[in-house]
Structures are given as structure tokens and as C-alpha cells.
């Protein structure tokens, strides 16, 4: 057995140029999904997992992240005093007792891999994990992280999160080879950034949760700027694949990709969908949608 994982690293400090010009001032990771923005289902899932600290890989423009997670004195007040307890509870709740947030600045935004690389001075010697939350991940049972966090501590190698895409759509991703899997896991090969469907060596694609060892990141720091000019964490993680087990984890459970306005959307269906309170209402409200555009009905 191996350390279980307690710390994870949230990196965005990207620009989020895909929603211009909204994350001209709101970062991307603010983005409501229904009642609660992204970051704050990426921060339950890492809790879930098991993890206490929690640091978040910011830039200077980004001042909403560490606000969301900061107290609210005056608004707290406010609800208390107007008997708004419910709301008071909500907002108290964004992180429990005993879950503390750290804050790291990435000066440049130089990648994902150099972001994750800034995260080394509080992270330390342990495994730990990375968390993209525009990469929003539902399951029913535990989440992707606690299982891929389950794994990793049986195994004690480093697990990525995989899933199957659309051959057309490997350029979009990082790609695994694998040697096969034994139910959900199999070990990685070779891992590519953003190939071409006609070179892919499969359709495995990594998406955005990893359990990795520290080893990482005397990797990331010999690791040379790769596609965009950008210091890639898939960079680190090939070379990671020449000394050390790296699996795949075929988690369970459905991802939304809400770095994209159509993940973005249907991220925002499915939840308004299987909300414990909106969900009549959010059905009706598509039914009447689709109607009044003249669209076959749901039913
Ligand atoms: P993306 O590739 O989605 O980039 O980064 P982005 O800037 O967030 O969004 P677009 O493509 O411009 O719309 C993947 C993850 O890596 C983080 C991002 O915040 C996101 O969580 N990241 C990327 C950094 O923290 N720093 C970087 O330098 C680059």
C-alpha cells in the first residue's frame, strides 16, 4: 500500500479565451452549473477523495477564485441577522472544517505543466493529485477522483484518468497506448499530446484528473516548452513512463467538458435535470423550448 493522496492541486491560472468575453472579468472556473460554480464541484470531489489541503494555482487577475473560498463577514452577518439560515449554511459550506486552501501564483501563464510545477514548494515529497475543473465529472457512486485515488494506493503508481472519445476527435486530447486493461486499469506505453487521427496510436484520452508521484516534478523542471510553446505536464508524464508504472483509469461516471460552450450547456441540462428541486420545472422548461421552436418534444 502507498500514502493516500491529501493534497490537490487545482490549476487555473489559464485565460479561458474560449469564453470571451464573459472571462474577461469572471474566471472560467466561476461559471455557475446550475447553483454551485465549477470550482466548487472540482473542490467536492477532491474532498471526497480524501484530500484536506487544497491549492489552487491562481494568477493575479484572478481574485474571484480566492474570494469564493475566503470568509464572508459581512454577508454572513447579513443572512444570520435576516434569518437567511439556509443560505448562511451554503455559503459557510464552501469548504468544511479541517479542508484548508492554499493559494499559489503562476506569474506567466506557461502551461498546464508549469502550472502544476508551482504547486511543488506546498505539496512536498507525497503523491498527490491535479484536478481540472472545467473537466466536470457525475457519478452516481464515488467520484472519479476517490476511485482513482483507491487505486493509487493500492497500486503505488501514478493513475490517469481515461476516457474513450471519437477517433476524429484525438486532436483534441492527450492519448494513451496501453498494454491492455485489467478491469479499469491498465498500464501506459506511450502517451501523446494531440495527435492526429490518422497517427493516434488509440482513442484512450486523458481528461482532467491525475493521481501523480512527486517524481513529477523533477520532470516538469527538465521539461523544455513542447506544442504552444508551452511547458506540457503530458511532456513530463512520457518521461515519467521511461522509469516508472504510470496506469490508466477508465473511470466511471460522465464527463462534461466546460472548457467548451456545448460542454458548458449540456453539463447545465444534466444538472438541471437530476436536481432534487428544479427538476420537474427544468424538464418543463426544455419541453416548452422545444415546442415553442417548433422541435420534436422530449417525450
Ligand atoms: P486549457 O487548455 O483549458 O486553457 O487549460 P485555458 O486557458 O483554461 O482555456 P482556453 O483554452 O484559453 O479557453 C487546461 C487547464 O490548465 C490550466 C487552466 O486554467 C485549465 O484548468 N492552465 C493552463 C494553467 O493553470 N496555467 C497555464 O499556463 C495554462
Keep these: 500500500m502507498a500514502a493516500r493522496i491529501r493534497k490537490a492541486v487545482f490549476p487555473v491560472a489559464g485565460l479561458g479565451t474560449r469564453f470571451l468575453p464573459a472571462t474577461k472579468t469572471v474566471p472560467k472556473e466561476m461559471l455557475p452549473i446550475v447553483d454551485r460554480p465549477l470550482i466548487q464541484y472540482a473542490v467536492d ?22 474570494d469564493y473560498f475566503d470568509k464572508a463577514y459581512e454577508l454572513e452577518q447579513k443572512l444570520e441577522r435576516s434569518g437567511k439560515l439556509e443560505q448562511l449554511e451554503l455559503v459557510r459550506n464552501v469548504l468544511p472544517p479541517g479542508v484548508r486552501a492554499v493559494f499559489v501564483t503562476q506569474a506567466e501563464a506557461l502551461g498546464l505543466g ?35 485515488a483507491d487505486a493509487a494506493e493500492v497500486s503505488g503508481a501514478s493513475v490517469i ?4 472519445v471519437p477517433r476524429e476527435q484525438t486532436g483534441s486530447y492527450g492519448i494513451v497506448a496501453t498494454d491492455g486493461f485489467a478491469a479499469r486499469q491498465g498500464r501506459i506505453r506511450a502517451i501523446v499530446e494531440k495527435p492526429s487521427p490518422e497517427v493516434a496510436p488509440s482513442n484512450l484520452a486523458v481528461v482532467g484528473r491525475y493521481v501523480l508521484n512527486p517524481r513529477i516534478f523533477a520532470l516538469l523542471e527538465n521539461t523544455t516548452p513542447g506544442a504552444g510553446g508551452e511547458i506540457q505536464l503530458t ?13 490508466a483509469y477508465r473511470f466511471q461516471g460522465t464527463r462534461f467538458d466546460c ?10 441540462i444534466r444538472f438541471a435535470l437530476d436536481h432534487e428541486v428544479l427538476s420537474d420545472s427544468a424538464r418543463q ?10 422541435v420534436a418534444d422530449l417525450e
Excluded at 259 to 268: D, K, N, P, R, W
Aim: charge should be negative.
Design 259 to 268: 472548457g467548451t460552450h456545448l460542454g458548458l450547456i449540456e453539463a447545465t
Design 161 to 164: 484518468a481515461v476516457q474513450d
Design 235 to 247: 511532456d513530463a508524464i512520457a518521461a515519467m513512463l521511461t522509469e516508472e508504472a504510470v496506469n
Design 114 to 148: 508549469h502550472a502544476v510545477l508551482c504547486a511543488k514548494p506546498v505539496v512536498g515529497d507525497e503523491p498527490f493529485a491535479v484536478v481540472l475543473p472545467d473537466d466536470l465529472i457525475w457519478n452516481r457512486g464515488p467520484g472519479a477522483l476517490k476511485q482513482m
Design 45 to 66: 470531489e477532491a474532498i471526497e477523495a480524501g484530500c484536506d489541503t487544497l491549492i489552487f494555482v491562481t494568477n493575479r487577475y484572478k481574485h474571484a477564485v480566492a
Design 285 to 294: 422548461l426544455m419541453q416548452n423550448a422545444l415546442s415553442e421552436l417548433g
